[in-house]
């Protein structure tokens, strides 16, 4: 397990691109501030060769473990996640985050596009303790399923024990927007030009948050390859 901790004011910002396992420690202090990106994608060489990360493709079968802990009041957290998995791919996304005192805010964003016979699963634990007041927390997971055969599990759970908090979260998950897609052909659009349309564009909204440009800026080169 990589253990961080962050001191008063302090802020922790990465990004982790195809990381096998993932398995990260975070306890913030007061004033703190944590952003995350996850991303699990098949970049190829052209797209990663400015970037520095471990590993260029999506292992097979992975898992990432992120636990947050504010400790500390007025803490910041933002946790995104993004995985295009095809194939017999297997990962699994947990996020823990606990608001042990209160002040503080905490955002997730959880993504899933699934393809051929892979299968994805999102486990989120939000706890809000009982001296946590004014709180705001959300989590929210949202899957794309590109396949009949493709699998999403999501698990999300909310245990507030404070009353003066806001705090949601939610999950859902489908298949491409049938409408959406008529709607495009109609316009001269075709099919599958379309349907890489709007799984970029599902895409792109974890991307975009991303304050490295650099790392930004090569990450969304690959969504102008034809790759669905």
């Known amino acids: 397990m990589n253990e961080v901790i962050l001191h008063k004011g302090e802020v922790f910002e990465k990004v982790f691109l195809n990381e096998p396992n ?9 004033g703190s501030r944590v952003k995350i990106h996850v991303l699990n994608m098949p970049f190829d060489n052209s797209i990663t060769r400015n970037i520095d990360i471990s590993k260029q493709s999506c292992p097979s079968e992975a898992k990432n473990n992120i636990v947050v802990e504010q400790r500390g009041e007025n803490c910041y957290t933002e946790i995104y996640a993004l995985a295009y998995l095809h194939g017999e791919e297997k990962l699994t996304t947990e996020t823990h985050v606990t608001h042990a005192v209160g002040g503080g805010t905490s955002n997730q964003l959880i993504k899933f ?5 892979s299968r994805g699963r999102f486990v989120g634990d939000l706890k809000i303790a009982q001296d946590a007041q004014k709180t705001e927390a959300h989590q929210t997971n949202r899957n794309l399923l ?9 698990q999300p759970q909310l245990e507030i024990y404070a009353d003066d908090v806001k ?3 939610g999950a859902s998950t489908g298949q491409l927007d049938d ?12 099919k599958q030009k379309a349907r890489q349309l709007l799984v970029n564009a599902f895409m792109k909204e974890i991307v975009e948050t991303i304050s490295d440009e650099k790392i930004k800026s090569n990450v969304l080169t690959f969504f102008e390859e034809d790759t669905f």
């Open 113 to 117: 596009v699934l393809a051929d016979n």
């Open 179 to 190: 409408s959406a897609l008529f709607y495009m052909q109609q316009r001269g659009i075709g």
């Open 167 to 169: 705090a949601t979260h």
């Open 22 to 30: 993932i398995d990260l420690h975070i306890t913030q202090e007061a």
């Open 146 to 154: 590109l396949s009949d055969d493709a699998e999403m599990r999501t």
